[in-house]
T-cell receptor, first 114, second 114 residues
Framework: DTGVSQNPRHKITKRGQNVTFRCDPISEHNRLYWYRQTLGQGPEFLTYFQNEAQLEKSRLLSDRFSAERPKGSFSTLEIQRTEQGDSAMYLC????????????FGPGTRLTVL | TQLLEQSPQFLSIQEGENLTVYCNSSSVFSSLQWYRQEPGEGPVLLVTVVTGGEVKKLKRLTFQFGDARKDSSLHITAAQPGDTGLYLCAGAGRYGGSQGNLIFGKGTKLSVKP
């Protein structure tokens, strides 16, 4: 039983560079969520997909952020022109069925912008 | 304004002691989840409470949902070093809010010393 996987686990980049993260949800899960967690805070919702449709985006998701889930399976989150304030743990979660509440999280991608 | 307030923020206790952590809100939620997160990892779901007044037990952990579905508590009996971690509560289905968007508190960082 494989859980949610995320790659890479760690990413260090220079300010102004673009980065892309990948999330592979649990195979039968049709909903996929992205969250961001900064030090000392709980995760904050960014966006979620049902199958390939992006159904909700947070105001935190600025124009520099884009997420895709082209075939309703894995998802990518791209950040363009990274800023130091983008340094955070980016978490992906998935679920399915009638319960939107029980979300299963991956290990996260730790982004450090120098 | 933090929608979900968790207290205490930090807790350091000796092995064998009991403890209670709290999660409070002025908003009504359709359910509350409790997660535990270890450094550098994603949150792991412990329990979901749905009905006002509901009590759930998971070995030495007892979770309670307030009658008005605005608050919850987690009680740990005879804490062990393995209980060390960040305990996060998350609310779902806030009245008027999105079903896909989990709202997290900042967490309670628990340290259990042998």
């Amino acid at each position: 039983d494989t859980g949610v996987s995320q790659n890479p686990r760690h990413k260090i980049t220079k300010r102004g560079q673009n980065v892309t993260f990948r999330c592979d949800p649990i195979s039968e899960h049709n909903r996929l969520y992205w969250y961001r967690q900064t030090l000392g805070q709980g995760p904050e919702f960014l966006t979620y997909f049902q199958n390939e449709a992006q159904l909700e985006k947070s105001r935190l998701l600025s124009d520099r952020f884009s997420a895709e889930r082209p075939k309703g399976s894995f998802s990518t989150l791209e950040i363009q022109r990274t800023e130091q304030g983008d340094s955070a743990m980016y978490l992906c979660a998935s679920n399915w069925g009638p319960s939107y509440n029980e979300q299963f999280f991956g290990p996260g991608t730790r982004l450090t912008v120098l | 304004t933090q929608l979900l307030e968790q207290s205490p923020q930090f807790l350091s206790i000796q092995e064998g002691e009991n403890l209670t952590v709290y999660c409070n809100s002025s908003s009504v939620f359709s359910s509350l989840q409790w997660y535990r997160q270890e450094p550098g990892e994603g949150p792991v779901l412990l329990v979901t409470v749905v009905t006002g007044g509901e009590v759930k037990k998971l070995k030495r952990l007892t979770f309670q949902f307030g009658d008005a579905r605005k608050d919850s508590s987690l009680h740990i009996t005879a804490a062990q070093p393995g209980d060390t971690g960040l305990y996060l509560c998350a609310g779902a289905g806030r009245y008027g809010g999105s079903q896909g968007n989990l709202i997290f508190g900042k967490g309670t960082k628990l340290s259990v010393k042998p």
